[in-house]
């Protein structure tokens, strides 16, 4: 008698449900550090091409984190397991963000005030254009890993891994290309143009 057994026992099966991709943008709350010192602000920011000094400096760390679910299917005959992609949860944004200022200019000060109202601008940059890559990002990731390979393998949980690894590579690629956008956007406020314009608000610097 002969008997056949199932495709996926020998080859994954062709086709599969699509991949559900979920994305999650989290915004920056900043706290603000009025007790550093010009010095310290330098050496954090680094040397600047026109020479002058760093009086505010807002520090956020872009964050991602990436969650993969598979659909495992095992054969008996076969002691293998087919390990495809199921779905994906991303979440992406900026967790500890902190606003430093020169503790030379104190709250209430015309100084300080402008320093201030610079370094939200920063903060408003990140959290608009990083909410308002979450579509992009979202559609591209939902895309690009409907085309990560299933694997066939008598160790899924390793397969797992793989897939995985594969998911936030794509991931991480996406995200750094938002941060390209929020670089450009952050460069145009951070000009000596700019700075002069914001110096002549106030006397005494």
């Known amino acids: 008698m002969l008997w056949l057994s199932p495709l996926w026992a020998v080859d994954c099966p062709t086709s599969l449900p699509q991949v559900e991709v979920t994305a999650r943008f989290v915004k920056a709350s900043p706290t603000v550090n009025n007790q550093v010192s010009q010095r310290r602000l330098s050496r954090k920011s680094g040397r600047r091409k026109d020479g002058s000094m760093t009086l505010g400096l807002t520090q956020s760390g872009l964050y991602i984190k990436v969650l993969s679910t598979f659909s495992v299917r095992s054969s008996k005959s076969s002691r293998k397991s087919c390990v495809s992609l199921q779905g994906v ?111 002549e608000l106030c006397s005494n610097w």
């Open 89 to 199: 949860e991303l979440e992406y944004g900026f967790k500890k963000t902190a606003v430093l200022i020169d503790k030379h200019y104190r709250p209430g000060s015309c100084e300080y005030g402008v320093i201030f109202k610079h370094e939200a601008q920063h903060v408003h940059i990140m959290n608009t254009k990083g909410k308002s890559y979450y579509r992009w990002i979202k559609h591209e990731l939902a895309k690009r890993v409907s085309s990560i390979q299933q694997i066939s393998s008598k160790r899924p949980r390793r397969a797992q891994k793989k897939i995985a690894a594969q998911v936030k590579k794509v991931a991480k690629g996406l995200v750094r290309q938002m941060n390209k956008s929020l670089s450009a956007a952050h460069a145009v406020i951070d000009t000596p143009e700019n700075y002069r314009k914001t110096q």
